[in-house]
């Protein structure tokens, strides 16, 4: 078991999130990984850990910032040659190291930002130059900073059926419940618009499936947003499963102003979409395709994890050439993470292959084939302390995607799950405005969480 022990919360959280990456093993097992950490005057670690018993004192620095950073330094050193899981992140634990990479890039030239992310943070090269090159394709869509810009974000949070690594609150897609879940939703559209003069910078209907609504309904929640919010620059529907997709539906969309949709297969390997539970197959992933492609949407974006159920190098490679070989706009490669609540977590799945290796060469085949890292964020559990990676070709990355991402600009959120974000760029902070998670609440109490919004609104010209 890990046990930190410390008053200070915030220190208390990152260090076990620091163990926890580097000694996966010990999250759950007996044998103990004690580390206290007193303040006083001074920084107090006593590290127990097999046959390591250490103190170290370490000199107290008044921003919490650099105590954390201190400590990891330590840490770092003192335990890298007992690390279960060697990785590229060096002191890291936070999702999102493009959000310090950006930060850093404010006030510093590229050769200090890669000094301070080397000799701080103890990133490895190839991390820094990830950070680096997906940091310099963002700057140009995040600044110069507009703090009346906004996106739009719409969920639907149902699902034909469970995916077995996915633990996303999803509902199943009953007749009744997805036309009254419309109709609120179009409710909430409406009267939010209220709030707005003008169209948000980027729209996306995210699930969950959005296409498990029947073409009338989605029709209406797109035609909805088109009449109250009107043009932006990017309008994407998560399509997601091709089991829920054909052709009228994307002809709709296409009609109704969607230039970007995603089509997810996972995996290319049809034995692995039935361990899954994916309920397509891969011919219905290459139909689907080929129909959209008719269509001629701006962009078309699939989603791949890596890590799958017995997937290794050859497996990888099979469904990473028949995509390059599609050559779709975007490529969104995710390392599997083991998620509470998902199938895979609850069988205690594990796959034994080497995640590194299988990164690498995810990203050699796309970046061969012209994609270029556009965003890219860890998550917990991940496989191999691996990542998700947003590929893009040139010109073509997804301004919804940067949004979500950098958190440099407000998201409206509707539908229930999603979340508004307000962002304030004086203070650089984000407020936050949860929608209900129960279905029951989101119909009844609705209006509550508009109201909550109605002050934020308040501060903005969007
Ligand atoms: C919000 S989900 C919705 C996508 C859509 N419903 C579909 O299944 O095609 C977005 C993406 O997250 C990824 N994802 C979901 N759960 C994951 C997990 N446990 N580990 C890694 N990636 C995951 C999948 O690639 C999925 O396409
Ligand atoms: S991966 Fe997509 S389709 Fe599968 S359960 Fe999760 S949200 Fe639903």
């Known amino acids: 078991m890990i046990k930190i022990l410390c008053e200070n919360e915030d220190i208390k959280r990152d260090v076990f999130e620091f163990i926890r990456l580097h000694f996966p093993s010990y999250e759950n097992n007996n044998e103990d990984f004690k580390i206290s950490i007193i303040e006083g005057k001074d920084l107090e670690l006593d590290i127990n850990f097999r046959n390591i018993h250490e103190k170290i004192i370490l000199r ?44 850093l890039m404010e006030k510093n030239s590229e050769l200090e930002v890669r000094n301070i992310l080397k000799n701080l943070y103890y990133l490895l090269d190839d991390a820094i130059d990830l950070c680096l090159d997906i940091a310099k394709i963002q700057y140009k869509y995040i600044y110069p900073l507009d703090r009346n810009r906004y996106n739009l974000y719409v969920h639907i949070p149902f699902c034909p059926s469970k995916c077995s690594y996915c633990s996303f609150l999803t509902l199943n897609n009953d007749k009744n419940t997805l036309e009254k879940y419309t109709e609120n939703l179009i409710e909430e559209l409406k009267v939010n618009s209220e709030f707005i003069k003008n169209p948000p910078r980027s729209i996306y209907i995210g699930g969950g499936t959005p296409t498990v609504l029947n073409e009338d309904e989605l029709f209406k929640v797109v035609n909805t947003i088109n009449n109250y919010y009107g043009k932006s620059l990017e309008f994407t529907v998560e399509c997601g499963r091709p089991d829920t997709i054909d052709f009228n539906i994307l002809q709709m969309l296409k009609e109704n102003a969607v230039d970007r949709i995603s089509i997810n297969p996972q995996t290319m390997n049809e034995d692995t979409l039935v361990k899954i539970g994916r309920k397509h197959s891969v011919e219905d992933i290459l139909d689907t395709y080929e129909m959209a492609k008719k269509l001629k949407f701006n962009s078309i974006n699939m989603d791949l994890i890596l890590g799958l159920p017995d ?22 490669i995710h390392t599997l993470a083991l998620k509470n609540g998902s199938k895979l977590y609850k069988d205690d799945f594990n796959n034994k292959n080497n995640m590194n290796k299988i990164l690498e060469i995810s990203k050699t085949m796309t970046m061969e084939n012209n994609y270029n890292p556009y965003y890219m964020y860890r998550q917990k559990r991940m496989l191999g302390n691996g990542e998700n990676i947003g590929y893009s070709k040139k010109g073509l990355e997804s301004i919804y995607n940067i949004a979500i991402m950098e958190e440099k600009e407000s998201i409206l959120g509707a539908g229930m799950c999603s979340s508004s974000k307000f962002f304030y760029p004086e203070t650089n902070k984000l407020k936050k405005v949860m929608q209900y998670r129960n279905i ?20 903005f010209e969007f």
């Open 60 to 103: 107290k620095m008044q921003e919490n910032r650099l105590n954390k950073i201190m400590i990891k330094q330590k840490l770092y050193i003192l335990l890298f040659d007992y690390f279960e899981l060697h990785d590229s992140w060096g002191i890291l634990t936070g999702v999102k190291p493009i959000k310090l990479t950006l930060k």
């Open 311 to 332: 997937e290794g190098q050859k497996e990888v490679i099979n469904s990473l050439k028949i995509i390059n070989a599609l050559n779709p706009e975007n490529i969104t």
């Open 440 to 459: 029951n609440d989101y119909f009844s109490k609705n209006i509550e969480i508009i109201r909550k919004k109605e002050k934020y609104f308040n501060d």
